[in-house]
C-alpha cells in the first residue's frame, strides 16, 4: 500500500476537481491555492485547499491540515466563514486506508460523488440569521420570557443542526426541561434534523414509553404577545 505522504497531494487535487465540478453546475465561483509541507528530510508536496463562494457573501474551506494526524491519517477540514456548521460537514473528509489503498474517506467509508453533492448543498443553506429569533418567540409563547443564562447559551449556538432540533422539539410540545437542556447542550434525545439515523423502535413485546404531554402555558405567559 502506498504511503499516505505520497498520496496526499494527488488526493487534494482531486478533492478540489470534485467540487470545482459541483460548483459548476450552479455556476458558483470557486478558488484553488497551495501550499507546500515537507513530508520527509528533502521532500516536499503540495497541498490544495478549495474556497467556494456561497450565497449571501459566504464562502467555505476545503483546507488540508498541514500534517498528518497521529493515527496515520490526513484531515481535511471544511469551514464556513460565518462559523455555521452541520452534520455533514462537522467532521471534514479524511485521507487515509479504506483496507485496500489510500484515499478520501467520508464518516469512515470510501467518499463518494453523493456525499460531497450533500456536502455542497448544505453548505449553500442558509445560516444562523433569524433562527435564533424564532426560538426565541415560540419558547416566550410557551414558557414565558427566557432567563437570561438559556438565552445567552442559545445566542451562542454556531450548529444549525441543533437549532433545527431545538425548533423542532417546541413544535412537537417537549416540556421546557427538556428545550432548556437542548438549548445548554446539557439533554440529547433522539435525533431529529440531525441525526444520521432514525430513533430506535421498540421490539416486539416491549412497551414504549408513553408520548410525553403538550406543555400548558401559564396565564402569566399565555398573555404576553410574543416579541
Known amino acids: 500500500m502506498k504511503d499516505i505522504r505520497d498520496e496526499i497531494e494527488r488526493l487534494t487535487a482531486l478533492l478540489s476537481f470534485r467540487v470545482e465540478h459541483l460548483a459548476k453546475r450552479e455556476n458558483r465561483p470557486i478558488h484553488f491555492s497551495s501550499y507546500s509541507v515537507a513530508v520527509r528530510p528533502g521532500r516536499l508536496v503540495q497541498l490544495f485547499s478549495t474556497l467556494l463562494h456561497l450565497p449571501r457573501g459566504y464562502a467555505a474551506t476545503f483546507m488540508p491540515r498541514s500534517q498528518p494526524e497521529s493515527d496515520g491519517t490526513w484531515r481535511i477540514d471544511i469551514r464556513r466563514n460565518d462559523g455555521v456548521t452541520r452534520e455533514s460537514w462537522f467532521d471534514g473528509i479524511v485521507v487515509g486506508s479504506d483496507g485496500n489503498e489510500v484515499t478520501l474517506l467520508y464518516k469512515g467509508r470510501p467518499l463518494q ?38 438565552m445567552e447559551s442559545l445566542d451562542s449556538i ?12 417546541l413544535v412537537s410540545g417537549k416540556s421546557q426541561r427538556v428545550i432548556d437542556g437542548l438549548i445548554g447542550q446539557t439533554l440529547e434525545l433522539p435525533p431529529l434534523a440531525s441525526g444520521a439515523s432514525p430513533p430506535p423502535v421498540a421490539q416486539e413485546g416491549s412497551a414504549a414509553p408513553p408520548p410525553e404531554p403538550p406543555p400548558v402555558a401559564e396565564p402569566s405567559a399565555a398573555a404576553e404577545p410574543p416579541a
Request: charged residues 30%; proline residues 2%; aromatic residues 8%.
Open 158 to 169: 454556531r450548529d444549525v443542526d441543533l437549532l433545527d432540533d431545538i425548533y423542532s422539539a
Open 113 to 150: 460523488m453523493e456525499d460531497l453533492e450533500r456536502i455542497v448543498s448544505d453548505l449553500t443553506k442558509p445560516g444562523l440569521s433569524g433562527m435564533a429569533l424564532d426560538i426565541n418567540r415560540l419558547y416566550r409563547m410557551f414558557f414565558g420570557r427566557m432567563d437570561q443564562a438559556v
